[in-house]
Each structure stands twice: as structure tokens, then as C-alpha cells.
């Protein structure tokens, strides 16, 4: 399944080739026929997804609380949001969490990706082993870190401690190491599902590429450099746009690790939206968060969509 | 292949990718080996990674501390249906996107591809607005029809259907079926890898899911075990072996599913992550 050269968007806009066209009334047949099957999940996926995505637009731009009629307001609730030091708390948290979850996950993908692309016996087993936090809930991901990352016994700082630091971090307790703390667990819980993203990227990298190159001189780095980058533009591409969507839409494991604390020094946009939209009721105010949110992503993944673009040129 | 050379980098490498799964497995060696100990054994220093004495009744005494038995049966409700349904769904309307073809199938299709981009987040609060009005919060329909329609599973039903040759439906189809007919007979059965690795994410997916229920399940009867063990957590902090054994037990279902259709799993990702 996974032999086809990696192509993000070519089959996404070219589908099956055009048969010679029929006539009206078999059109007009193979259309209902064609809406029939996709109707039971578009019902579904117009009520939940897209008139809820549509609604937020127009709820940014309005004051509604749980018991108030909605009144258009304009941009009032940006300006609320531009004023309110919260907001830019999370702001700022999330960027962080972003800033450390992305790069730290994608090089420590890669790397393993790598390290295990070869044929070995029992390479299986190792794969295994680095894909499996993924998929392991997250609540006992996050507990069981929360334990390992114990200030006073905790494994995490009787290793920092055997290692020769004499001083070591308050980790979730403490304001500034909460976030690392995050940061750490996210990165050992994604890295394998990005690995396996980067494993099949390596499987469509020919063979006699490596070969030619080893042939003029070329060392394992430079292979790596010259060979092994450039070929998995288009994994890393991928890879880049779910890192960004994931990071800045954190919140399970911000919620159960840290609960946005302490303080609010892990406090991230998800979070803001969750308490001013459900728990507060003020719905209008929460979507313009919402849409912050939402334009900050569309925004980083168009900027990333550029340089690609110019990088293929 | 027989150079001394080569033997011992093999053997450095073996040495490597032992360390570096092991420290990846550390966290779950610590849970398990904190799951059999008492209380005041978890954090000790040093960390006794062979307990003394295996306290295995932790995993009997689990069941009258917390109603987990509960937990574990919502969440095996909530899983199944989504589960089914996003199958039984998904595998439908691949059908149309991938195999016939009518005007503003290609539209339709980029906005579901469109939505996969979208935070759930940006969304949450008009769908919890919906719920609230149709008196579907804290209900296990809410999460049904929130998570039962998504557009992940449409897509890689579609990119798997794009693989199979059209002839094969063309054919079916000369003999007479209707296209029904070829999504049921001929498609379908084709598509077995793909529908297991469809069904297995989802299944995971939605065993794992903590904000959903988080947000829309407030009675108790109705918790999933996601939501159970962090209330038990927030509850009794200090019981870290109880809380360790809770943990054990809502990793094992996944770790049996994932053991069982593991390369389903790395299809499915693969998959859906690049074509």
C-alpha cells in the first residue's frame, strides 16, 4: 500500500480518469446513485463538522451567553481578547509547546526512521516497541509521567542525580519546568507515529541511489544530506502540517498533566476555549478564540506550503 | 558480508536499538513494576525495579475501589458503535468519491479533506451549542454522532478504493451488477486491509479519547475508563500503586488489539499519510 511514490496532492485533485460522456438522463442516474453513497456520512459530517465550522465564524462576531439572545457585536471580542492578559498567556504557552513539540519530534522521527530502515532480523520488534506509546491512552501516559517526573523520588530526578545534577527541576510543580515536562512526554508519545510516517517515505527511496553515491565517495552523512533529505521533502512536508495542527490544538495531555498549571504556566489556547465556551457559557467570546486558533494554523501550514512549493522549483 | 567489520557494526547496532527501545519502554516497565507494590514502595530511593513481594491482589482490589468494571464497558459501548458505524459509513461514501463520478464529487470531496485540517477545537463550542439544544449532553449519543461521521475515515477509504483497478468494477458492472452490488461484492472484500486498519484506529481512537467524554459525559454512570482512572487520580493521589494498577488495566485492551493487528495499524498510517 504504501510502494506508490508519496504524493500529498496530486491524487487528491486528479481522480480517476474521465470516461466518454453519457447522456443526460444516465447522468443525472449515476449523480444520485454517486449521492446515495455518500449521503449517510455527509449528513452526519455536514450537522457536526461543517455548519459547526461555518457557525464559529459567525459566532466570533457576536455576544451570546448561555441565557442571552446572540446581537451582532463586530470585532468586540477581539478587541476583549486583545486586552486580556489570559489570552496572551495561552497564546504565548502554546507557541512554546509548539516551539519544542515540533522540531524535537521531527528530528527524533526521522532519526529513527533512520536507524531502523534496514533489513535486520527482529527490526520488528524494535519498531514495535517505538511505535507502541502511541497508541497507548493518554491518561496513563500522562499519570504514569507525572509519577516518573516527581520532584522528590521521582525516577526522572534519581537518574539526574546519578548523572551528577545537583539541583534538579521542580518539574510539574514548577512554573517554569511544567512546560518541558509537557514537552518531553509529548515527543515520546508521537515520535512513533511520525517514525512510521518516515519509514514509508525511506521504502520509496530507490536503492541504486544510495548505491551510485557510495560509488563516488559519498559517506553515510553526505548520503544523509544529499540523498535521504531531499527524497522525503514530501513525508516531511506532511509530517510538518499534522505537527503544527496537533501542537497548536493541544489539550488532553496539558489537561491531565498539568490541568494548565501551575498558575497558568501551561495553559494553552484549547484550554481557553474549552473554559470560556463550555464551562462559562460566553460563546461568542470563545469562537473568536476559536478563530484565532484556526487562522494561526491556516496560516503556518500555507507558510509552509510556500516553501515547498519554492523548494521544488 | 563476512568481514569482521561488518559483524561487529551489526552487533553495535543491535546494542543501539536495544537502548534506545528500552528507554522508550522505561515508562511502561516503571508502571507495570508500580502496579504490583504498595504505596509506600513506588517512590523509593533507590528505585526498586524487582519488587519484594508481588502484590498481585492490587488487581482484584482494583474492582471495589473504583467501578472500573463500568468504565470499561462504556468505553467498550462508545468504541464498537463509532467504530461501526464509522466503517460501515466511511467504506459507503468512499464508494462515491472514489469510483463514480458526478459533477461536484471533487468540490465535495476537498471540503471533507478541508475539515481534516480544521482543530476539532475551532468547532467545539457550536457543537456543544447543537448537543445542548437537542438535550444530547451528557448522553452517549452525543459522542456517537460527534465522532461516528468523521472525514479521516472517508479519506482512507477513498485512497485505498483509488488503488483498485477500475476495470474491476467496469466489468462487474457489464455483468450486470448494480453499483451497490460492486461496493458490497466486489470492493469491499478487496478492501479487508483497509477496513481493518480503518476499524482498528477508530477502535483506538476513541478508547483513548479523553476529551470528548471529558466535556459531554458529567454522570458518572456514563464514564468512560479515560475519564474514570483521571477522576480516581484527582481523588485518591496518593494511592500510586492503585493508580499504577488502573493504569495496566486501561492499556492492556489496546495492547492486545495492538498486538493482534499491528500491521494494520502501520498500513493504515501510512496510507493516509501519504498518497
Request: no cysteine; net charge positive; proline share 6%.
Amino acid at each position: 500500500m504504501a510502494s506508490t511514490p508519496p504524493n500529498l496532492l496530486e491524487p487528491v485533485v486528479a481522480g480517476p480518469p474521465r470516461p466518454p460522456a453519457p447522456g443526460p438522463a444516465r447522468r443525472r442516474r449515476t449523480a444520485l446513485v454517486g449521492w446515495s453513497f455518500i449521503l449517510p456520512n455527509f449528513v452526519g459530517f455536514a450537522a457536526l463538522t461543517l455548519i459547526p465550522i461555518v457557525a464559529t465564524l459567525g459566532l466570533a462576531f457576536m455576544q451570546w451567553n448561555s441565557y442571552s439572545t446572540p446581537e451582532w457585536v463586530g470585532l468586540d471580542n477581539f478587541r476583549r481578547l486583545w486586552a486580556s492578559e489570559t489570552f496572551w498567556t495561552a497564546l504565548r504557552n502554546t507557541a512554546y509547546y509548539a516551539a519544542g513539540h515540533i522540531p524535537l519530534t521531527l528530528v527524533a522521527a526521522l532519526g529513527f526512521a533512520v536507524l531502523l530502515n534496514r533489513k535486520l532480523r527482529g527490526i520488528g520488534i524494535f519498531r514495535t516497541a517505538l511505535f507502541f506509546p502511541y497508541i497507548t491512552s493518554l491518561v496513563a501516559v500522562a499519570v504514569v509521567w507525572n509519577m516518573l517526573f516527581s520532584p522528590d523520588a521521582g525516577p526522572v530526578n534519581q537518574f539526574l542525580h546519578a548523572i551528577g545534577v545537583s539541583e534538579t527541576p521542580g518539574w510539574t510543580t514548577s512554573t517554569t519546568w511544567a512546560m518541558p515536562a509537557v514537552i518531553i512526554t509529548s515527543v515520546w508519545r508521537d515520535l512513533g507515529y511520525y517514525m512510521v510516517l518516515y519509514l514509508a517515505g525511506l521504502q520509496t527511496i530507490p536503492g541504486e541511489l544510495y548505491e551510485a553515491a557510495e560509488v563516488d565517495g559519498a559517506g553515510p552523512w553526505a548520503r544523509f544530506w544529499h540523498i535521504t533529505v531531499p527524497s522525503l521533502r514530501p513525508t516531511t512536508f506532511f509530517v510538518l502540517i499534522m505537527l503544527t495542527i496537533s501542537s497548536f490544538k493541544v489539550f488532553d495531555l496539558v489537561q491531565v498533566m498539568t490541568e494548565g498549571g501551575p498558575g497558568r504556566s501551561t495553559l494553552v489556547l484549547s484550554q481557553l476555549i474549552y473554559r470560556e465556551g463550555v464551562r462559562e457559557g460566553r460563546f461568542g467570546y470563545s469562537s473568536a478564540v476559536a478563530l484565532v486558533l484556526f487562522v494561526i494554523v491556516l496560516l503556518v501550514t500555507v507558510i509552509q506550503f510556500r516553501i515547498q512549493q519554492r523548494g521544488e522549483k | 558480508m563476512s568481514r569482521p567489520g561488518a559483524t561487529v557494526r551489526r552487533i553495535v547496532l543491535y546494542v543501539l536499538l536495544i537502548v534506545i527501545s528500552l528507554a522508550v519502554l522505561v515508562p511502561f516497565g516503571w508502571m507495570l513494576v508500580s502496579s504490583v507494590k504498595l504505596d509506600a514502595e513506588v517512590f523509593t530511593v533507590p528505585i526498586q525495579w524487582i519488587p519484594q513481594e508481588l502484590h498481585w491482589d492490587n488487581f482484584t482490589k482494583i474492582w471495589s475501589r473504583v467501578p472500573l468494571a463500568r468504565y470499561l464497558t462504556n468505553s467498550l459501548i462508545l468504541s464498537v458503535t463509532i467504530t461501526a458505524l464509522q466503517v460501515l459509513t466511511g467504506s459507503f461514501a468512499a464508494y462515491g468519491f472514489a469510483k463514480v463520478r458526478f459533477p461536484g464529487r471533487d468540490a465535495l470531496f476537498l471540503a471533507y479533506l478541508a475539515t481534516i485540517a480544521v482543530p476539532w477545537q475551532a468547532y467545539m463550542v457550536p457543537q456543544y451549542i447543537m448537543m445542548e439544544r437537542l438535550g444530547l449532553v451528557d448522553t452517549r449519543m452525543s459522542l456517537i454522532l460527534l465522532q461516528a461521521f468523521g472525514a479521516f475515515g472517508v479519506f482512507l477509504m477513498r485512497q485505498y478504493y483509488l488503488t483498485i483497478p477500475d476495470e474491476l468494477s467496469e466489468a462487474a458492472r457489464i455483468d450486470g451488477l448494480s453499483e451497490y452490488g460492486i461496493w458490497a461484492r466486489v470492493i469491499l472484500p478487496l478492501s479487508k486491509p483497509a477496513l481493518a486498519s480503518l476499524a482498528l484506529l477508530t477502535f483506538v481512537n476513541t478508547w483513548n479519547d479523553y476529551m470528548g467524554p471529558f466535556i459531554y459525559l458529567t454522570s458518572n454512570d456514563l464514564w468512560t475508563v479515560q475519564i474514570g482512572l483521571r477522576a480516581f487520580v484527582g481523588q485518591f493521589d496518593a494511592e500510586y500503586a492503585m493508580i499504577m494498577t488502573g493504569s495496566v488495566i486501561s492499556v492492556l485492551p489496546i495492547l492486545v488489539i495492538f498486538l493482534v493487528g499491528q500491521r494494520y495499524f502501520v498500513q493504515g498510517i501510512a496510507t493516509s499519510g501519504l498518497k
